[in-house]
């Protein structure tokens, strides 16, 4: 299973939060409201973040390793490491929804009858683009 780590700098604030970026990563940035959660945070945002990239067909680059530039004082720098794998299966895998258009009498024929919309919509689809479930 594919691993992913990268160096994330968390820099404290005076009420006890810590905004956190990663410089690898432009544009991949979180916060917590303690140390912790600012971690737990970092680590959705940089799985959610090279999703994101890997989808996109962007080029991720290799982790470099610290020292970074210019670090705020008191700051500090933290490997954080994700499972991408894990991280697209969860998004893929997601439940979305969607609108879907009825003539009024088979809805409410359906709605009688204790039709679940999203299974026999899936199931339909399944059939339609002959496709296994996942």
């Not at 067909?57 to 008191?74: A, C, V, W």
């Not at 794998?85 to 998004?91: C, G, L, S």
């Amino acid at each position: 299973m594919r691993k992913a780590t990268y160096f994330a700098v968390f820099e404290p604030s005076t009420e006890g939060t810590f905004g956190v970026y990663f410089p690898d990563l432009p544009g991949c940035i979180s916060m917590g409201n303690n140390f912790q959660q600012a971690q737990s945070m970092a680590k959705e945002a940089l799985g959610l973040h090279l999703w994101g990239m890997e989808k996109d067909g962007d080029n991720i680059l290799e982790p470099s390793q610290p020292p970074f530039q210019d670090m705020p004082k008191g700051a500090m720098v933290v490997p954080i490491t994700v499972f991408p794998d894990i991280v697209k299966n969860e998004m893929d895998n997601r439940a979305v929804k969607t609108n879907i258009t009825l003539p009024a009498w088979l809805k409410e024929l359906a709605e009688m009858q204790g039709v679940n919309f999203s299974q026999i919509t899936q199931a339909a689809l399944r059939e339609y683009l002959e496709v296994e479930k996942q």
